[in-house]
């Protein structure tokens, strides 16, 4: 197979005069488990090679600078190579729509730019399998688990080269009774030396309390979310941030008069929600690497360093995802979208989330949401599931279970209704999403929390 930095140098050899490419390889190092009780259903260790080339032209069909874009895995060989560039050129001379031309290399080569690809050991989940047999507890385990190493390669005729390494790993486990069920999941960059029995001892201590059933009516509620469900809820949030389509009026950041809320304060508490690629912890492709277009992205952009960026300060919007172009059109400053997401409250102490049910005279302890799905894009407003254990707070403890409900709610509007916010740590998303940015939240408390359904 050819190594990854000479593909690259091949398909921008093989581009036309007066042509633009980028190249980008991501080789990729994936190892999966999933567990049903004592028993492994499925395990693998997979090898994948993926290459994106983009080609932009001044001779597109309405006369502009356009793209065309075109992917292929597998092993590649020259004439492969060859072949997808000339696609992607055929692409971009019949598209009308107008691009950037690429930027042009703002630092020297990646030093490991010759380097080989990293990959995770073939064995890197035995371990957890190991410390996972016979530690049911009494009741049934299931286990899903993903340890991933992605090394990207990014390269333009304009002579941008950048090399990233981007571990992953992820463990989820659910627990279940005959009258209750839990889940803990947890995001961490290595799972070599993971160990899986402070999960446990939360299982535990969840199903307990789903021993006993109490019944509450639908309705509004105090309600307090973990990490994770703070997660699930503003990464819809992030997501739906586009500067070019808050302008054109689409989305819950437009105003009615034309333009944005940029500058207005959308959170009662003065809390900061950000992105770092450097975020220990989170770390993420620190540069812009972008295989296709959207609306918040554009191929031409591939390679732009990315740096910390505050979407909103102090309680305070101060930022929305753009593109060059889109920047440009708006008079914003070119705040491109980066693949980690931060939420925290002002400086000092911090009730843990065991403290906040302490101080919880009536509500629910939610812990996992699921099935999230917009349903007024204006609004922001998203109907979802509770999964996996609602629990009924009464006087700083909690006293059981109740059934799982619908909701709606907008997690724009939620933010103005956080009454205590704790201390944030890197959480797993339990809702999947392919583009899923790594997270950290803090358990928050949030007043008049919508329960639409009982027993949904």
Not at 30 to 44: D, I, K, Q, Y
Not at 263 to 272: D, K, M, N, S, Y
């Amino acid at each position: 197979m050819i190594a990854a930095h000479e593909l690259v140098e091949q398909a921008i050899a093989a581009g036309r005069p007066g042509d633009q490419v980028v190249v980008i390889v991501d080789d990729t190092a994936h190892a999966h488990l999933r567990r049903a009780g004592e028993v492994t259903t499925s395990a693998a260790h997979v090898l994948d090679r993926q290459v994106h080339v983009v080609v932009t032209t001044p001779g597109g069909a309405a006369g502009v600078v356009s793209a065309g874009v075109v992917s292929a895995g597998g092993a590649l060989d020259a004439a492969a190579v060859r072949d997808l560039v000339e696609a992607a050129s055929i692409l971009a001379r019949r598209s009308t729509a107008d691009v950037d031309p690429l930027p042009p290399a703002d630092r020297p080569p990646a030093s490991d730019w010759h380097e080989p690809a990293v990959t995770a050991p073939a064995g890197v989940l035995a371990g957890l399998a190991a410390d996972l047999s016979g530690a049911a507890r009494g009741f049934a385990l299931h286990c899903y688990a993903e340890h991933e190493v992605r090394t990207t390669w990014l390269g333009t005729s304009s002579g941008v080269r950048r090399r990233h390494v981007q571990p992953s790993g992820v463990v989820e486990l659910t627990a279940r009774t005959a009258t209750s069920s839990a889940w803990v999941g947890v995001d961490l960059p290595d799972l070599s030396d993971f160990n899986p029995h402070p999960l446990l001892d939360e299982l535990q201590q969840r199903l307990g309390w789903g021993a006993t059933r109490v019944d509450v009516a639908s309705g509004r509620h105090e309600v307090l979310l973990p990490p994770s469900c703070t997660a699930d809820l503003l990464k819809h949030l992030y997501r739906s941030a586009g500067g070019r389509d808050a302008a054109d009026g689409r989305t819950a950041f437009s105003v009615p008069d034309g333009g944005t809320r940029l500058g207005e304060r959308v959170a009662a508490l003065p809390v900061t929600l950000r992105s770092d690629p450097a975020h220990k912890g989170l770390e993420c492709d620190p540069f812009v690497v972008t295989r296709v277009s959207g609306a918040d992205t554009s191929v031409a952009d591939n390679g732009l360093a990315l740096g910390p960026t505050n979407w909103i300060t102090d309680g305070v919007l101060t930022a929305l995802v753009h593109t060059r172009a889109s920047a440009r059109q708006a008079g914003d400053a070119f705040t491109p979208r980066i693949g980690n997401l931060v939420l925290e409250g002002p400086p000092g102490e911090r009730s843990t989330l065991p403290e906040m049910i302490a101080a919880t005279r009536n509500g629910l302890l939610l812990t996992s949401l699921w099935y999230l799905r917009e349903v007024d894009t204006r609004a922001l407003r998203l109907t979802g599931l509770t999964r996996d254990g609602v629990y009924v707070v009464r006087d700083g403890e909690v006293i059981g279970a109740t059934d799982d409900f619908r909701f709606n709610e907008s997690p724009l509007r939620l933010l103005d209704r956080i009454t205590e916010i704790g201390p944030t740590s890197v959480t797993l998303p339990r809702e999947p999403d392919d583009e899923r940015p790594r997270t950290a939240m803090p358990p928050v408390r949030v007043a008049d929390f919508s329960a639409v359904a009982a027993r949904a």
